[in-house]
């Protein structure tokens, strides 16, 4: 039976086991965020109280020691949340409450302050909430009688809020005056959140049959936030002050709406006209959607097929959102081969999922003959199985991912059908989790230390996300925070990727351009030269891990001293050539030295090349070069291979499209699909200023493709190049799936 509080009262006594775990999930998912959304308006009145210049001397004291509270936010979450976890075991007895010999022990002057601070705010939240708190500690008593355990403290209560609190902050080193303001937003917040909170439960408790049914309270009431009586003052005589509001929250109100996401709210506020729009695309959304399944119902009545097996007819209920969350985490927990399997075979995954929710079902007594999933279930089903879809074939993910992204099936299933939003809404905490997870699987396989701990960390994620997730948003909140902060120290080193591939490709390039400057005027010594030694100290140059710029561009001089003198050999003009070549002596011997000769080699190579170009008697060979001549690297012919089809020259495009192609700018992201059908995102990371070819990156920052305007014509005329992909995989994912609902629905 459901204990969710929006279930049918039932005369009976619903599982006191059940009954718990739900008051649990509901304080979880109406205070984890804390202590974390404190630290933002903390900081906010900081800066007012320093404008203000208030006389006060330790403002820098109190913005360093929050900066630290702030780089420690998430394990400062994770502990508070912790916290409140204990205090529900502690209530189910699952610790000795009492026994032994009790320590006594002297506390620091920190200790002794927190403790202070905490009895001040724990009498004020008392007084504040004395009704609805005598109302649930009765309830929650007679929960106790039915555990058949001694009554506990109450696990939400003041007391043990306050508790959490101070134990989540008591190894931090934070001066009393910014104590005082983190406890008086800490009072603020609760007063914003506990009227509500115990509203909820009691009505919950009331409604599972541990005392009368809980009538509703006068919204004005729930705002104030407990007794219309009570003080309103802050603790300890502080008061509210800091320019802390009592706004916030989230947006909408309710399963199967843009509405209220079942975890706290991730950012700002959202305006009324940000709902209207979301609310908008999701209609649009979703009309697509059934009209894509009217077309296939059409489709199955016409061949005789189905995407569900036959069920006799007769009328079946439709199941409810909870009992379908049950089922969901039910199996959870469970190995993902199915769901991996049918990632493999486009279109196979929603199938998969129903099936999988309906054996749940039948395992848990529901007859799937009997019930039905409602519309709303249909879509979340169907686009979680869509999105999915479009991440796989459109993104460069390996098979090692494939179990990964199968494990995550479950949960975002039980996202979409408590907080569609997800699906429209760009800072939904499990839609940032996913662009990471995608970020780092990408392309991802495993060949250096770095990629390998990517993987398993991104591996490692899935599987807490699986374990922990129980409809409450935090842990992807949490989730994410902890990957992209491994993604940050990764995306510096794509960035040096990046650029080494920008630099090494414009080194080739102005060799190919100092070979063609100096065609047919070259002597066989200075072509030599040119083609060996000084390509290789070019591209050695570019290739050093931070490499230095000035030592590439006297490399890069150096080639066009040789050319020049070369000229002034041929014009004999020998005194400026002399001084020429003292004056390169240097260089060209640090040249040859980096190709691996030693002192003696170089000074050899060096007299060579003097000799050829100092004795005026000796004939000229004048060698023609051209830049076509530049041997390419292995990786660029193979990515030749792998992307484009016919030489340079020949490749037939689009005028139109090679003219649309010229316009692209470095930072502007592509899809590009290769011979083979796989598909990548790329990013255009660098334009040639010689060829005005384009340098074509993947989201880790390698090489993919060098090509020219008319290359990626060709490409798109071919329908393998599509420009304006989105940045985030998210977000291209369901542009893809809206691509393929319009498609559907105009051929229906």
């Not at 975890?263 to 609310?279: F, L």
Request: aromatic share 4%.
């Amino acid at each position: 039976m459901s204990g969710y509080p929006h279930g049918v009262a039932q005369a009976t006594r619903t599982d006191p086991l059940r009954v718990l775990e739900e008051i649990k999930r509901l304080s979880l998912e109406v205070l984890g965020g804390l202590p974390g959304t404190l630290y933002g308006p903390v900081e906010d009145a900081l800066k007012v109280a320093s404008l203000k210049g208030d006389g006060k001397s330790n403002h820098y004291e109190e913005q360093a020691a929050l900066w630290v509270l702030r780089q420690h936010q998430a394990s400062h979450v994770m502990k508070y949340r912790q916290q409140i976890a204990q205090a529900f075991d502690d209530f189910r007895a699952l610790r000795i409450r009492s026994g032994g010999d009790v320590t006594l022990r002297l506390l620091d002057e920190q200790q002794l302050e927190y403790e202070l601070a905490s009895g001040r705010l724990n009498e004020s939240l008392v007084a504040r909430f004395a009704r609805p708190l005598d109302t649930l500690q009765s309830r929650l008593q007679a929960l106790s009688e039915s555990l058949r355990v001694p009554a506990g403290l109450n696990p939400i209560g003041p007391e043990r809020l306050v508790t959490a609190f101070s134990q989540t902050l008591q190894d931090a080193q934070v001066p009393d005056t910014l104590r005082g303001r983190l406890f008086r937003h800490y009072e603020t917040e609760l007063i914003r959140l506990l009227g509500d909170l115990y509203a909820r439960v009691n009505a919950l408790l009331g409604s599972s049959g541990y005392g009368a049914p809980v009538a509703p309270r006068p919204p004005e009431e729930l705002r104030r936030g407990g007794d219309a009586g009570a003080p309103a003052g802050g603790y300890g005589g502080y008061g509210a002050q800091d320019g802390f509001g009592a706004g916030g929250g989230g947006y909408g109100a309710g399963p199967g709406m843009v509405g209220e996401p079942t975890g706290r709210s991730s950012g700002p506020p959202m305006s009324q006209q940000d709902i209207a729009a979301m609310a908008q695309e999701l209609a649009q959304l979703r009309s697509q959607l059934h009209a894509w399944r009217d077309s296939i119902s059409r489709g199955d009545v016409a061949t005789g097929g189905g995407h569900a097996p036959e069920r006799p007819v007769m009328q079946r209920r439709e199941m409810r959102v909870d009992e379908i969350l049950n089922v969901a985490s039910l199996l959870q927990a469970e190995p993902p081969d199915a769901f991996a399997r049918a990632l493999a075979v486009t279109g196979r995954l929603g199938e998969t999922i129903r099936d999988h929710l309906q054996d749940g079902a039948r395992r848990l007594g529901l007859n799937p003959d009997q019930a039905c999933f409602s519309p709303e279930e249909e879509d979340a089903i169907d686009l979680v199985a869509m999105l999915f879809d479009s991440l796989f074939r459109h993104n460069a993910l390996q098979d090692r991912a494939r179990r990964l992204y199968a494990r995550l099936v479950l949960p975002y299933v039980k996202v979409a059908l408590t907080d569609n939003a997800v699906f429209v809404k760009r800072e939904h905490p499990a839609r940032r989790l996913l662009d990471a997870i995608t970020e780092a699987c990408e392309g991802n396989d495993g060949e250096t230390p770095q990629d390998r701990e990517l993987l398993d960390r991104a591996t490692e994620i899935s599987q807490r996300i699986v374990a922990d997730y129980n409809e409450d948003l935090a842990v992807f909140e949490l989730a994410h925070a902890e990957l992209d902060a491994v993604l940050a120290q990764q995306r510096r080193r794509f960035e040096l990727q990046e650029q080494r591939a920008a630099k090494a490709t414009y080194g080739r390039e102005r060799l190919g351009a100092a070979r063609a400057q100096a065609e047919s005027t070259l002597t066989q010594a200075v072509a030599d030269f040119l083609a060996m030694p000084w390509r290789h100290h070019v591209v050695q140059t570019l290739l050093r891990e931070n490499s230095d710029q000035r030592r590439h561009a006297e490399a890069i001089a150096l080639g066009d001293a040789l050319v020049m003198a070369d000229r002034l050999a041929g014009e004999g003009r020998g005194r400026e050539l002399a001084d020429q070549l003292l004056a390169l002596q240097p260089a060209i011997i640090d040249c040859l030295a980096s190709s691996g000769l030693d002192d003696s080699a170089a000074q050899h190579g060096m007299a060579g090349l003097v000799r050829a170009l100092a004795t005026p008697d000796t004939p000229r060979r004048h060698v023609p070069v051209s830049p076509e001549s530049m041997p390419e690297d292995d990786a660029g012919e193979a990515e030749r291979r792998l992307w484009l089809v016919g030489d340079a020259d020949g490749v037939r495009h689009d005028p139109l499209l090679a003219e649309r192609m010229s316009t692209l700018e470095v930072g502007d992201w592509l899809r590009l699909t290769n011979v083979e059908g796989e598909s990548t995102a790329v990013k255009v990371a660098w334009l040639s200023p010689l060829t005005s070819r384009y340098l074509l990156v993947n989201r880790r920052g390698l090489r993919v493709l060098v090509a020219s305007a008319e290359e990626l014509a060709a490409l798109a005329g071919a329908g393998r190049l599509t420009i304006g992909a989105e940045r985030t995989a998210f977000d291209e994912a369901m542009r893809q799936v809206k691509r393929h609902l319009d498609r559907a629905s105009a051929t229906r």
